[in-house]
């Protein structure tokens, strides 16, 4: 299995940046189309963005488009969420997520496809 490690997340105000990164470890994540949730404390876990395989295919929910960029570096085992323009609704425990697919452009934004889940790294948004 591969093992997901989020970073990047902190204390930010609101219109402000942070870009949050993710690691695997185990195995490549070449074979995994790859996405970022979110979780606030008493509300479900909810879809933030995914990307494809090949990183041809990206989709975001209404929520963040335009304003998050999700990203991947296939060679260096990496995943990125920019985030830009954060308000207090984007403050939440954010997890890197991979979904087994023998598809290069294949995405879901339903939380059961995804079979592999980092520990999740805090954003909190000041207003």
């Not at 591969?2 to 994540?29: D, F, M």
């Not at 404390?41 to 963040?64: T, W």
């Amino acid at each position: 299995q591969v093992q997901l490690v989020e970073s990047g997340g902190g204390l930010v105000q609101a219109g402000g940046s942070l870009r949050l990164s993710c690691a695997a470890s185990g195995r490549t994540i070449n074979n995994y189309a790859m996405g970022w949730f979110r979780q606030a404390p008493g509300k479900e876990r909810e879809f933030v963005a995914a990307i494809s395989r090949s990183g041809d295919n990206i989709i975001y929910s209404d929520s963040v488009k335009g304003r998050f960029t999700i990203s991947r570096d296939n060679s260096k085992n990496m995943v990125y969420l920019q985030m830009n323009n954060l308000n207090a609704e984007d403050t939440a425990v954010y997890y890197c997520a991979a979904r087994p697919t023998y598809s290069s452009n294949s995405i879901t934004i339903r939380i059961s496809e995804y079979a592999y889940w980092g520990q999740g790294t805090q954003v909190t948004v000041s207003s």
